[in-house]
Structures are given as C-alpha cells and as structure tokens.
C-alpha cells in the first residue's frame, strides 16, 4: 500500500493529484469490486476525516511469514531460506520494498548477491532503494515518502528529528526509552524533571503520529520500523552527523558494558541487539574506536 501525497505544499502538484485521482475513481471499473483506501501522513489528520477512530487504520509491516511467501513467490530458486530471512531482517516488512528488492534480484542472479551488496554499507542501500521499481503500478523509488515525512516533521519539529537521528544505529526491535534518554542528553539518571519528561514524551508522541515508531507502555520501550531507519540513514546525507552519533551510541554503550565479567550478563544481553548494530560500522575518529574495540572484547 502506497500513501497518497495529499498534504503536498505545492499547489500545481496537489491540483494535478487530485485531478489524477478523481479521474481514477470515476472509471467505476477499477473499483467496481473492492474499496479505495486512502491514506496519510499522520494519525491526527487521519482522525480529523474518520468519524470512528475505530476506522482509521494504522501503518504495520507484514508479519515474517508473509514476507517470506512475498519474496519465494517472485523468486523462486533464486532465493534460498537463509538469503530469504535476510532479506526480510534487513528490508523490513514493507511490500513495496520487497517488490523491488526482488525485481532487482533478477539482474544480480542471486538473492545471496544482492543482500551482500545491500549489506555492505549504506551508499549501497540507498543506490539500490532510489532506482525506480521495475513493475509498472510503482512509480517512484522506495525512499521518497519517507524523505517527505522526515522533511515535513523537520520543519514541524528540529528536536523530534533529533530523537530520530539519535536511534539511527540502534537496533530496532526493541528501543529501551531510558537507553535513548541518556543518549540524548550524555547524563545517565534514573529520576529525570518533569519537564524533560513531558518534552520527551511529545517527541515520541510526534514520531508516533507519523508511524515513525509505536510505543509498548507496559515494556517501556518502542519499536521503530526497519524502512524507516534505513530510509533516515540515507536521508541524512552530511556523513559528520553520521560519524557523530554512531560514536555517541558507541560511548554510551561502552559505558554501560566496562567489564567483560559473568555478572554483567543481564546488561549485556539487553544491550547486545545493539552492539550487533553498531558493530558492523567502523568509527573513524580515534577517541571513537577505541570504545569501539573495547565493546566487542567485551560483548564478545
């Protein structure tokens, strides 16, 4: 499912959508056994048109079995089970990504291939992502609703992008909120002022009502959408910033796992998805890797 740019601040391209999609809905044969779905950027303005808050459907990713099935129906041989599980670890649940992803799949040859080039870094991802899809009902590249939206909460909110910027190379399952707390601030505390909270919370609250995120309030933690993260990397194009928080996340983790000793078990098992992921990025700067080196001795 593709969203429709409804909230384009260009009058001439609002004007040409809409014209566009009323002329769609009026050929009664398109739709003449099924609905239309329209969708949007945001919960509130979702809510804004939807009588029944019920009614109004939020953004999730395809289970792992779906994507799968999605990947060996378009791939058949090409895709072996470990390829196909990487591809669904690393793509995310996203069809349109998956689409395009196996599209390309057919030029590298293999699945094993074209995750080993995707993998390697994040040029890249974002090469193969902003090439157009090769199936005819996919107009643009994968990424390009996603810039819009981060665009758009850039001008909305510097500091709720700040909060993005700050879980780009935290793994995204499971983001603990204490964790990016300190991250963002560089002070570990366990009782923070109450202001600093209720800003916090409308940060979060802000991704969430973009889809960015979805808070688990009884984990007290959130989950970010693996495309999103991905798409965000890519995004942020200045690669000092990059440099800057992969070796804030690294300080911050090094901090939290000194000693490789028995007893810190229960730490490390919580921090480890997140070591894994700033891991596979070498920092440049010299203060950065040495933390860097002394994390995976001791995660090791």
Same mark, same amino acid.
């Given at each position: 499912m593709e969203r429709l740019g409804l909230e384009s601040k260009s009058t001439g391209g609002h004007r040409q959508l809409m014209v566009t999609l009323t002329k769609w809905l009026s050929d009664g044969s398109k739709v003449k056994h099924g609905s239309v779905i329209f969708t949007c950027r945001r919960k509130d303005v979702a809510f804004s048109v939807v009588?029944? *808050?019920?009614?109004?459907?939020?953004?999730?990713?395809l289970s792992r079995e779906n994507c799968l099935e999605i990947l060996h129906d378009h791939l058949g041989n090409l895709c072996d089970e470990e390829s196909a599980e990487g591809l669904v670890k690393n793509l995310g649940g996203v069809p349109s990504i998956l689409l395009q992803a196996a599209n390309k799949i057919h030029e590298f040859g293999s699945a094993k291939r074209y995750l080993a080039f995707y993998t390697a870094n994040d040029d890249n991802r974002g090469r193969l992502l902003r090439q157009r899809r090769g199936i005819s009902q996919y107009l643009s590249s994968s990424p390009i609703p996603w810039e819009e939206d981060f665009q758009a909460l850039f001008e909305e909110d510097f500091h709720a992008i700040a909060l993005l910027k700050s879980l780009m190379y935290l793994n995204s399952d499971s983001i603990s909120k204490p964790l990016v707390r300190e991250l963002k601030s560089g002070?570990? +505390?366990?009782?923070? %002022? !109450?202001?600093e909270d209720l800003?916090?919370?409308?940060?979060?609250? !802000? !991704?969430?009502?973009?889809?960015?995120?979805? +808070? *688990?309030?009884?984990?007290?933690d959130f989950f970010l959408h693996r495309a999103v993260q991905t798409c965000f990397r890519i995004w942020v194009t200045d690669t000092s910033v990059h440099e800057f928080t992969?070796?804030?996340?690294?300080?911050?983790?090094? +901090?939290k796992f000194r000693e490789a000793e028995f007893c810190e078990w229960p730490i490390c098992r919580i921090l480890l998805p997140h070591i894994e992921m700033v891991a596979? *990025? *070498? %920092?440049?700067?010299?203060?950065?890797?040495?933390?860097?080196? +002394?994390?995976l001795i001791n995660g090791a």
């Open positions: 009588k029944n *808050r019920k009614k109004a459907i939020g953004v999730e990713e002070v570990e +505390s366990t009782k923070w %002022p !109450l202001e800003e916090f919370a409308q940060h979060v609250a !802000l !991704l969430e009502n973009y889809f960015f995120v979805r +808070s *688990r309030v009884e984990q007290d992969h070796g804030q996340t690294v300080r911050m983790l090094h +901090s596979i *990025r *070498r %920092p440049q700067l010299r203060e950065n890797l040495q933390d860097w080196c +002394s994390l």
